[in-house]
């Protein structure tokens, strides 16, 4: 029977090879535009599908945060509308009186 630790060191070591360049030792990385050309071009429909599984435990607080999001300009525009308001119909008013 395989021990927790023995599958663990087994798991790291893969994770390990795994992590490795796929180069040969002594080839040197790639610089600047080499690095941009060897980039596979990947949809971002691809991009998306694989990572939305990876946000179950966070998709209520992904929410939360587009709402808040939203919020921050409007709330904004709402002090910029109140300071016209208050220039033009309080301020401007004083002005006309005198």
């Not at 600047?32 to 060897?38: I, K, R, W, Y």
């Not at 709402?78 to 033009?88: H, K, M, S």
Request: proline share 7%.
């Amino acid at each position: 029977m395989v021990s927790v630790n023995e599958r663990k060191e087994t798991h790291m070591r893969f994770t390990a090879r795994r992590a490795l360049p796929d180069r040969a030792p002594g080839v040197a990385e790639p610089q600047g535009e080499e690095v941009l050309a060897a980039a596979p071009l990947v949809p971002l429909r691809t991009l998306f599908r694989r990572f939305w599984r990876e946000t179950r435990p966070y998709r209520a607080w992904l929410g939360l945060l587009l709402l808040v999001a939203a919020l921050g300009p409007a709330v904004d525009a709402a002090q910029i509308w109140l300071l016209r308001l208050v220039v033009d119909d309080a301020l401007g008013a004083l002005l006309y009186l005198q």
